[in-house]
DNA sequence: ACGTTGAGATTGCCG
DNA sequence: CGGCAATGTCAACGT
């Protein structure tokens, strides 16, 4: 990785046109041979990239990075302030817990959080449009269909709308409720979701990952 | 900006739970005190991080950031390759040109470039959906709900669609059409337009910015 | 402060 | 390679 802190100006055309006027910054190029240009604040994202696969030709004070796709980032480089660069080898990579698929596993042991009664049928349940999150058996007769979220937006409703549909179409199921399960629901969601007449329902994921699948519950 | 390289171990306890094992890494902290721990490759996001406001403690071999939200990153050193810090000085930030907004406001002004008579009645008109990005009176009767994007995909077609749906209940404004604007519109979503009852029109955006919304057409 | 939308989104998955 | 969905999405803007 190579680390170049200079004052420069930037130029970016390609799926926009963007430009940097002349200040010091920090310019990224990873063993990759990605370039990120780096301000002294804003998060993590820098001002202006180019990902790899790219071509950097190297002129005296200015770069030229372009990239099969057409686009453009040229870095004029008025005055270097350090350049270095260091081997750092590959990486074992970032070990992630606590999305999607875990937060179903979890309800999946806890039905009756989603709404008193409830019985897992199965999780992964299969349609043609894809894998249903949770099945669940309604007490009062019939199945319902349970989309689960960290975030419940539009597209969520727009997902559950079309797998009720699909398993309304199988007598061994119908009549089929729909319901989006997440820990926050957006109001334009939940408006939508009235419209389609599909029930959501917002869960505390964080007691349910503390309370865990196998305890009951005490109260 | 403080630019450090070394051999690391990192936990992050918050929205989830992920865990880097021991590797070389360039672990970078900006005046604004957020810190991102980079690979050697993987475009410009980090592999870790923790945004601003936040508080960083610094032990012997072991960093702990922690933010207002509970969230927590601890970043063991087991070998400090190099540790320099420059001052950048402030940003005088990005400028952009050929974004929605301004593609948007460019039609507003040439409402007659969608469809010949078509006038203008607000831009961003709200419903419970959200915003609709132009509201237009049909010379016909009527009024037509228009979606402005860079590129014309499915997702539009369907926020659209839902736009329209939605504007069909409010009878000072029924019967309504909708029409999708893009620079490029993909296959796909001229076909899911057509299925739903939608325009589309493709705008050469080069053009609008030359000629200006002030000017008339010559031709 | 909260919510919604766009982004040069990025990234991984699967067909 | 192209579509689809998740992301600790981020960042801008309006209420």
């Known amino acids: 990785m190579r680390l170049v802190v200079a004052e420069c100006t930037v130029d970016y055309r390609g799926r926009l046109e963007a430009h940097l006027p002349r200040a010091v910054r920090l310019i990224m190029v990873k063993a990759d041979g990605c370039v990120a240009i780096h301000a002294d604040g804003g998060a993590y994202k820098p001002l202006n990239w180019m990902n790899a696969p790219n071509s950097l030709v190297e002129e005296p004070g200015r770069w030229v990075v372009t990239n099969p796709k057409g686009e453009e980032l040229v870095i004029t480089l008025h005055r270097v302030v350090s350049d270095t660069t260091h081997h750092l ?24 959080l989603i709404e008193p009664g409830l019985t897992l049928i199965r999780r992964e349940y299969p349609t043609d449009l894809g894998p249903v999150d949770l099945l669940l058996a309604d007490p009062g007769g019939g199945t319902v269909a349970v989309e689960v979220k960290r975030r419940g937006e539009i597209d969520g409703v727009e997902q559950l709308a079309r797998y009720v549909e699909r398993l309304e179409l199988d007598p061994r199921l119908a009549p089929v409720r729909g319901i989006l399960c997440a820990e926050r629901i957006s109001p334009q969601a939940k408006v939508l979701a009235a419209a389609r007449g599909l029930g959501t329902t917002e869960i505390d994921y964080a007691r349910l990952r503390n309370a865990g699948s196998s305890e009951p519950t005490l109260f």
């Open 89 to 112: 080898g590959p990486d074992p990579g970032l070990q992630k817990d606590g999305v999607e698929a875990q937060l179903r596993d979890l309800l999946a042991g806890r039905p009756e």
